[in-house]
Nanobody, 123 residues
Framework: QVQLVESGGGLVQAGGSLRLSCVAS????????VGWFRQAPGKEREIVAA????????YYRDSVKGQFTISRDSAKNTVDLQMNSLKPEDTAVYYC????????????????WGQGTQVTVSS
């Protein structure tokens, strides 16, 4: 069983930064991947970034390339999302999820989710 707990969300002004953290527990295989997703009101959950559990492969959606950085700390079993130069359109609930089938971009491929953390960017 996999359990995920997100933290680090909050209210920030446009141009500011936040660092989200996802603490993972349970049995993880090297073939798993962890993704950060976001869901704004009235919109579908979309992938922001993902990383393989081995840490060797990362993915970013085009709109956050150069702005967000995903990283994994194997000692702490955490996957962090550093978000810089935040914009009002980044406002959403951010979730981390685990895909047992490797790095995928669709939310349906992720079978385990955390409770989410709210990120609000004011203009």
């Amino acid at each position: 069983q996999v359990q995920l707990v997100e933290s680090g969300g909050g209210l920030v002004q446009a141009g500011g930064s936040l660092r989200l953290s996802c603490v993972a527990s349970g049995v993880f295989m090297s073939t798993y991947a962890v993704g950060w997703f976001r869901q704004a009101p009235g919109k579908e959950r979309e992938i922001v970034a993902a990383i393989t559990w081995s840490g060797g492969i990362t993915y970013y959606r085009d709109s956050v390339k150069g702005q967000f950085t995903i990283s994994r700390d194997s000692a702490k079993n955490t996957v962090d999302l550093q978000m810089n130069s935040l914009k009002p359109e980044d406002t959403a609930v951010y979730y981390c999820g685990v895909s047992r089938g490797g790095l995928r971009v669709g939310a349906v491929a992720y079978g385990f989710w955390g409770q989410g953390t709210q990120v609000t960017v004011s203009s």
